[in-house]
């Protein structure tokens, strides 16, 4: 077919699905989500030093474009839920950030391979999630932290290389409770602190229509930005699927948080590093 009526035929193709306009990226629609690109562009956050993203909490995290959400799922991995959001994204072509946490990942390492196979980028979140790392001693607070990188690691040693380099330097403090001499020591070791800039209350006992409706009320505010939402929710997965399709129709895109270009390897050659290079690269 010559590429005018090729382009023709996708364009009245997309119409009679009720697109709102042509697929982006390459042109190349999802197979199952013909609104979404096959492939979720990418944004790579600068990690050098240990920047914090998220305007929730910091004024200058806000790395997204316009009408660009990425999605984010603590607290897992999950064996109730965790493969269930994966297949939810899978069906949109979705690539989300996984924030694990370490006792989990060391419980069920097969579904921190998973998600990584998968092509999700995964975080950490400390080993046993502690509410609030500012009450903690130094010491432990920063044991908890190292064990959580540690963990998930570990966990990926099996795995291939590409899978192995899904483990990103990224942190996210448990209830979000950053604290400073703890993101200075994770920037000495060029971990990126990676919060939000909404989130949908998914962490309350709420029906998934209050969580769905909370999170596009939040995200039509901001108009842009990171979402935090919790993979071991059933009531999560419930309303994901249309949540994807609202923000689609509303214009809204997907991207995927990795670390900028060789940053696993400044995080791994850093001193007393939280993160080790990926088989492939030693």
């Not at 694990?100 to 995964?122: C, F, K, N, Q, S």
């Not at 670390?259 to 007393?272: I, M, S």
């Amino acid at each position: 077919m010559k590429p005018l009526l090729l382009m023709a035929a996708f364009l009245l193709a997309g119409l009679s699905l009720g697109l709102s306009g042509p697929v982006r990226a390459e042109g190349i629609a999802c197979p199952t989500d013909p609104r979404a690109p096959a492939h979720t562009p990418t944004v790579a956050l600068p990690t050098r030093g240990g920047a914090a993203y998220g305007t929730m909490q910091y004024a200058k995290g806000q790395m997204l474009g316009p009408k660009e959400i990425a999605l984010t799922f603590d607290d897992g991995p999950d064996p109730k839920t965790t493969e269930r959001v994966l297949d939810i994204l899978d069906r949109h072509c979705i690539k989300a950030t996984f924030f694990m946490v370490g006792w989990y990942a060391h419980a069920r390492p097969d579904l921190v391979r998973e998600v990584a196979a998968r092509g999700h980028t995964i975080g950490t979140h400390t080993w046993f999630h502690p509410n609030n790392l500012r009450h903690l001693p130094k010491p432990e607070a920063k044991r908890e932290i190292s064990k959580g990188f540690a963990a998930v690691e570990a966990a990926l040693a099996s795995a291939p290389p590409a899978s192995q380099a899904r483990l990103a330097p990224f942190f996210r403090f448990p209830g979000l409770n950053d604290e400073k001499t703890l993101r200075s020591w994770l920037g000495a070791r060029n971990i990126a602190t990676v919060s939000c800039d909404f989130g949908a209350d998914d962490w309350l006992k709420i029906s998934s229509a209050q969580v769905y409706k909370r999170a596009l009320a939040n995200i039509d505010q901001v108009g842009r930005g990171i979402l935090i939402l919790h993979d071991t929710k059933p009531h999560t997965a419930d309303m994901l699927s249309d949540l994807i399709v609202t923000l689609e129709k509303r214009g809204y895109r997907f991207v995927q948080l990795v670390p900028e270009k060789n940053g696993r390897t400044l995080a791994a050659n850093a001193p007393d590093a939280l993160i080790g290079h990926p088989h492939s690269l030693q």
